[in-house]
C-alpha cells in the first residue's frame, strides 16, 4: 500500500517541484528587472543633481577659467570622466586656447593650436558646429584623435569621447570635452545632460561679452 501511494505521489511532486522552478525563475526575472529599474532611477536622479547644481554654481559672465572649473567639479567624479576640457576659439587670431584641461586627476597646462590646421577632434566638432560622439579607442583614431604628451607617456588613452560646441552661429565660442576610460560610457540621455552644460556654460560665457 505504501510502495503504491508513493507512486501515486511522485507526478504531485513532480508537477509541484516544476512550479517552484518557475516561480524562482520568474523571481530572479524581476529582480532583476527592479535592479535596473533603481539603476535607471539613480542616473535620473544623478543627472537631475549635476542640472541642478550647475544652475545654482554657474554664474553670468564670470571668466571662463572660472566657470570651466567649475563646471569640472560639478561633473568630473559622477561623470567619471578621464579627462575634461573647455577650449576657447579665437577665429580672428587663428588660435584654440585651452583654458582647462583635467587629465589623469590633475590640471595640466595644454599648448594652444591654430584653428586652421583642423587637426583634432575639436576642430571637427567647431567646423561642423554640432557634438561629436566618439564611442571606441578605435572610432577616435581613425577621427583623427590628437595624443597628448602625457596619454603617450602612460599609455592611458581614454576610449569614449564627447565633445560639445559653446555657443551658435557660424563661429562657435569655443567647446567642452568629456571623456572615459570606458568603451561607449555615455548613454543618449547622459549625453543630453552634457549638451545641457554645454548650453548652459555658453549662456554664461555670453553674458560676459556683452556690453
Request: glycine share 8%.
Amino acid at each position: 500500500m505504501g510502495l503504491f501511494t508513493q507512486n501515486k505521489q511522485d507526478p504531485a511532486l513532480a508537477e509541484r517541484d516544476e512550479r517552484l522552478q518557475r516561480m524562482e525563475l520568474e523571481t530572479r526575472e524581476v529582480r532583476a528587472q527592479v535592479e535596473d529599474l533603481q539603476e535607471l532611477v539613480r542616473h535620473l536622479d544623478q543627472d537631475r543633481d549635476l542640472l541642478l547644481g550647475a544652475l545654482a554654481c554657474l554664474r553670468p559672465g564670470e571668466d571662463p577659467e572660472v566657470l570651466a572649473q567649475t563646471l569640472l567639479d560639478l561633473c568630473f567624479k559622477p561623470m567619471e570622466l578621464a579627462c575634461f576640457y573647455v577650449a576657447l576659439a579665437d577665429w580672428d587670431q587663428d588660435e584654440l586656447r585651452f583654458v582647462l584641461y583635467q587629465e589623469g586627476g590633475r590640471t595640466r597646462s595644454h599648448p594652444p593650436r591654430r584653428l586652421s590646421e583642423g587637426r583634432g577632434l575639436s576642430e571637427k566638432v567647431l567646423a561642423g558646429r554640432q557634438p561629436i560622439y566618439i564611442r571606441t579607442l578605435e572610432a577616435g583614431r581613425a577621427a583623427g584623435s590628437l595624443l597628448t604628451a602625457a596619454e603617450e607617456a602612460t599609455g592611458l588613452i581614454p576610449h569614449s569621447w564627447y565633445g560639445v560646441p559653446l555657443g551658435w552661429g557660424p563661429r562657435p565660442a569655443g567647446l567642452v570635452s568629456f571623456q572615459s576610460f570606458h568603451t561607449d560610457a555615455f548613454s543618449e540621455s547622459r549625453r543630453r545632460v552634457m549638451d545641457a552644460l554645454g548650453a548652459l556654460i555658453s549662456t554664461c560665457m555670453s553674458a560676459r561679452q556683452a556690453p
